[in-house]
Nanobody, 125 residues
Framework: VQLVESVGGLAQPGGSLRLSCAASGFTFRSYGMSWFRQASGKEREFVAG????????NAADSVKGRFTISRDNAKNTLYLQMNSLKPEDTALYYC???????????????????WGQGTQVTVSS
């Protein structure tokens, strides 16, 4: 299994960035996938998740209305569109694959068995 995130980047407050995560080595469409983030000195936190077959999504309250998670099962790719960025969104962002048998897309990192390498997103003026 491989999960490879795109390069993040630097954005100004109020700006936008789009992350992608290319998946391989498993049947992508069958698994829930999520984005997590970890700011310096803080614990890893759930950002948003999306179920494989139904594409049902859930998101942390801190990003609802600003971030959108999506997936292209034909391209084995997960996306995170981030709008109205704030300085507090600065973090390393990771994509993650749910463990087999997982229902939905849990917020607990322990429910995930494979992770990308992480990509830095910095929001600053």
């Amino acid at each position: 299994v491989q999960l490879v995130e795109s390069v993040g980047g630097l954005a100004q407050p109020g700006g936008s960035l789009r992350l992608s995560c290319a998946a391989s080595g498993f049947t992508f469409r069958s698994y829930g996938m999520s984005w997590f983030r970890q700011a310096s000195g803080k614990e890893r936190e759930f950002v948003a998740g999306i179920i494989g077959p139904t594409r049902t999504t859930n998101a942390a309250d801190s990003v609802k209305g600003r971030f959108t998670i999506s997936r292209d099962n034909a391209k084995n790719t997960l996306y995170l569109q981030m709008n109205s960025l704030k300085p507090e969104d600065t973090a390393l962002y990771y994509c993650a694959k749910c463990r087999p048998g997982t229902t939905g897309t849990p917020t607990d990192p322990l429910a995930y068995d494979y992770w990308g390498q992480g990509t830095q997103v910095t929001v600053s003026s």
